[in-house]
């Protein structure tokens, strides 16, 4: 048996073991779709409570038609790989609850606001679970005197986006919020199969880690010991004679051949190489973008089923982006909510906000649920990250609203709508344009008959209308349902649609699918 055999019978047969110890072991079998092709999925998940922790594990395995064990999962080919293995086995650590003094989750994210929500609404860092997988941290800390929060999007990326906000009482009991945000290196959005630093789309070799260059495209890497004439024009990549009988020599003895009578025993040494140029190693480039905020905020009416309360915010965002008009590089703008409401009343939450931003190049929430989808894409052969396209964004200025309500306990409903009026870039100029974003989400809070879960939602960002259906990148849709099938058994079926640029700088739809029977034992 192969030592990554034996590693993962001994994870997954202790993990079964502790959880059983308490009665809570959730498993799944079905079939997901992953880069476009179907797997089998066989899943354990399971459940340790330990004191206030609440411990899950994720130990997945997908299968395709011909047997194959899909190997990202469970790689243990050298340090780097076998610590993003056992990251990935996390599904999550919990210590207590979100309302409480302290508590953490360490897991994929689903939904992380900072404040009021300027700088990080929404964000997720698992939009494009089960394909990428994720392991974050989200966080939070209340005291008298003070509060924290923050997040990070991946361990996996050694903290490649970051964010934390401090909440204090000041200036006469208004309490003051700071929040700070970075993303480290946006290039580590690209997809890297093989973990060497080289994405995917420059790497010719995206599956061997020790190879990525190929000038020649014989088949063998530039930095394979067997190539030794790496741009194919036919003489030997040395600059020494001796080299080149001394490899024929060898050749010879292999073989049983004498090749110093031949023609190629003196060939010519190459002193003229033309290789192809090195990609970009995201390990070793990298491109930042960070911001910071301030808000204010002032309760007006703080009672059990009723309170309000008004804040404003502003926030700056550090980084630089492309102008269309004259691709001149400018700094990123900043964002003002001069005034904002905040209630809650029953079972239902609203907020209205005015919003301006003074001189463009800025986007509010721009840390929100397809974050990971627009952070880095290709386009014509060029990496444009999200920060890249600020440019676009001129001044503008216009109101936010969202209403969100629990319906007897039954449905929970959510809806957000943003109205910007300014200066936006139409592909040949700036003019005057709506800039609209539209989210809304619809979902049981228990169950009705059989139907055990379901959730219907839809979003779109930063559009001149989000009701056309234009899509882009900000979009996401999708839905969820669960029916039970009794003796602890639920039929889940999944169904994701998000959008991201190819490689030619067309928009093309990445469909995420999803069918399992969830059990309990």
């Known amino acids: 048996m192969s030592k990554s055999a034996i590693i993962i019978t001994y994870i997954c047969f202790t993990a079964v073991l502790l959880a059983q110890a308490e009665r809570s072991v959730q498993g799944a079998f079905g079939a997901v779709t992953i880069d476009g092709k179907v797997w089998n999925q066989i899943a354990l998940r399971p459940v340790i409570p330990i004191w206030k922790f609440g411990v899950a594990l994720d130990l997945v395995f997908y299968i395709d038609a011909d047997g194959n064990i899909h190997k990202d999962e469970w790689d243990f080919s050298d340090g780097e790989a076998i610590k993003n293995t056992l990251i990935?086995?996390?599904?999550?650590?919990?210590?207590?609850?979100?309302?409480?003094?302290?508590?953490?989750?360490?897991?994929?994210?689903?939904?992380?606001?900072?404040?009021?929500?300027?700088?990080?609404?929404?964000?997720?860092?698992?939009?494009?679970?089960?394909?990428?997988?994720?392991?974050?941290?989200?966080?939070?800390?209340?005291?008298?005197?003070?509060?924290?929060?923050?997040f990070v999007n991946d361990f996996k990326e050694n903290l490649g986006l970051t964010g934390i906000r401090v909440q204090t009482p000041m200036l006469a009991g208004i309490p003051i919020g700071v929040s700070a945000v970075m993303d480290r290196n946006q290039y580590l959005g690209l997809k890297d199969r093989d973990?060497?630093?080289?994405?995917?789309?420059?790497?010719?070799?995206?599956?061997?880690?020790?190879?990525?260059?190929?000038?020649?495209?014989?088949?063998?890497a530039d930095n394979n010991p067997n190539e030794f004439d790496r741009d194919g024009d036919g003489f030997p990549d040395v600059d020494d004679i001796n080299v080149i009988h001394s490899w024929w020599d060898s050749l010879g003895i292999a073989v049983g051949q004498d090749f110093s009578s031949e023609s190629f025993y003196d060939s010519i040494p190459d002193v003229n190489l033309t290789l192809s140029n090195k990609p970009i190693n995201v390990n070793q480039e990298s491109n930042s973008i960070s911001a910071i905020a301030f808000d204010i905020g002032y309760p007006i009416i703080t009672e059990q089923n009723l309170s309000v309360a008004i804040y404003a915010q502003f926030a700056k965002m550090i980084g630089e982006t492309i102008n269309p008009s004259d691709t001149t590089v400018s700094s990123l703008g900043s964002g003002i909510i001069p005034v904002g409401v905040a209630a809650k009343f029953g079972p239902a939450h609203f907020n209205l906000e005015y919003r301006i931003i003074p001189k463009g190049n800025f986007e509010f929430g721009y840390w929100n649920q397809t974050y990971e989808v627009e952070r880095v894409s290709i386009e014509g052969g060029s990496i444009k990250t999200k920060e890249s396209k600020l440019g676009r964004f001129g001044k503008q200025k216009g109101i936010f609203a969202?209403?969100?309500?629990?319906?007897?306990?039954?449905?929970?409903?959510?809806?957000?709508?943003?109205?910007?009026?300014?200066?936006?870039?139409?592909?040949?100029?700036?003019?005057?344009?709506?800039?609209?974003?539209?989210?809304?989400?619809?979902?049981?809070?228990?169950?009705?008959?059989?139907?055990?879960?379901?959730?219907?939602?839809?979003?779109?960002?930063?559009?001149?209308?989000?009701?056309?259906?234009?899509?882009?990148?900000?979009?996401?849709?999708?839905?969820?349902?669960?029916?039970?099938?009794?003796?602890?058994?639920?039929?889940?079926?999944?169904y994701q649609r998000t959008f991201r640029m190819n490689s030619d700088g067309e928009l093309e739809h990445v469909n995420l699918t999803g069918i399992e029977t969830s059990f309990t034992f």
């Open 195 to 220: 973990g060497d630093g080289f994405p995917d789309f420059v790497d010719e070799f995206p599956d061997e880690k020790l190879y990525f260059i190929d000038s020649d495209s014989d088949g063998l």
């Open 402 to 494: 969202n209403f969100g309500m629990d319906f007897f306990g039954l449905l929970g409903f959510h809806i957000a709508y943003q109205n910007l009026r300014g200066d936006i870039w139409d592909g040949n100029m700036f003019s005057n344009q709506t800039n609209q974003s539209f989210q809304s989400e619809l979902g049981l809070k228990k169950s009705i008959s059989k139907i055990k879960t379901a959730k219907l939602y839809y979003q779109q960002l930063n559009v001149p209308n989000p009701f056309e259906f234009e899509f882009s990148e900000s979009t996401v849709m999708g839905y969820k349902v669960g029916l039970e099938l009794g003796s602890g058994m639920v039929l889940n079926y999944t």
């Open 88 to 150: 990935d086995k996390i599904y999550y650590i919990r210590f207590g609850f979100p309302n409480d003094p302290l508590y953490f989750k360490v897991g994929s994210l689903d939904y992380v606001k900072l404040g009021y929500g300027i700088l990080v609404d929404g964000y997720s860092n698992a939009i494009e679970y089960p394909q990428v997988r994720k392991v974050g941290l989200d966080f939070s800390v209340k005291r008298n005197l003070f509060s924290v929060q923050g």
